[in-house]
Nanobody
Framework: VQLQASGGGLAQPGGSLRLSCTAF?????MGWFRQAPGKEREFVAV????????SYSDSVKGRFTISRDNAKGTVYLQMNTLKPEDTAVYYC?????????????????????WGQGTLVTVSS
């Protein structure tokens, strides 16, 4: 499973960006993680294989929205009200094929495939 993340860039505090991750398989949960300089990679959001379950880290809840369009083979991360502390490389990730409809893990170890990352910088 090859994943391609895009949509990163420079945004001002309070601004918005939308990340996209393409070429994912339809039968698995998809997640977004991020890694800031000098920090460990952390969970951001996850969506189950059919989109019925989503989960977010406390730091982005209410500001970020994860969604997927299975027909287009794409998962999105809409990021609103961006803060400087959102600055990081964002990675999309996919679990192994899983038939459980409501499976939506938050642990890095649950993900078998990772994209190359896209840089998001929030600065005035």
């Amino acid at each position: 499973v090859q994943l391609q993340a895009s949509g990163g860039g420079l945004a001002q505090p309070g601004g918005s960006l939308r990340l996209s991750c393409t070429a994912f398989a339809l039968d698995r949960a998809m997640g977004w993680f991020r890694q800031a300089p000098g920090k460990e990679r952390e969970f951001v959001a996850v969506i189950s294989r059919r989109g019925s379950v989503t989960s977010y880290s406390d730091s982005v809840k209410g500001r970020f929205t994860i969604s997927r369009d299975n027909a287009k083979g794409t998962v999105y991360l809409q990021m609103n009200t961006l803060k400087p502390e959102d600055t990081a490389v964002y990675y999309c990730a996919a679990t192994s094929a899983n038939a459980r409809t409501f499976y939506a893990p938050v642990q890095k170890a649950s993900y078998a495939y990772w994209g190359q990352g896209t840089l998001v910088t929030v600065s005035s």
